[in-house]
């Protein structure tokens, strides 16, 4: 399964919302061109893109109790 693929299903089954999903899927995009494309992007955007990233799994624990896992 890709990430796209992973990220549409935790859209589909309700456990991201569609700004979340946005979030995520704008970081895959990015990343893939940046990873296939040279020079593709700035070291500003990077780390921009990795403090959000970041930011959103530091506050993932607290959306998580209301999940079954917990």
Do not use: C
Not at 22 to 39: C, W
Request: aromatic share 10%.
């Amino acid at each position: 399964m890709s990430q796209k693929e992973r990220i549409d299903l935790l859209l589909k089954e309700g456990i991201i919302t569609p700004e979340v999903y946005e979030m995520l899927d704008s970081m895959r995009f990015i990343g893939n061109k940046a990873v296939h494309e040279l020079n593709y992007g700035s070291s500003s955007e990077a780390k921009r893109l990795l403090v959000a990233a970041l930011n959103w799994g530091d506050g993932l624990p607290k959306y998580m109790k209301s999940w079954i896992f917990i």
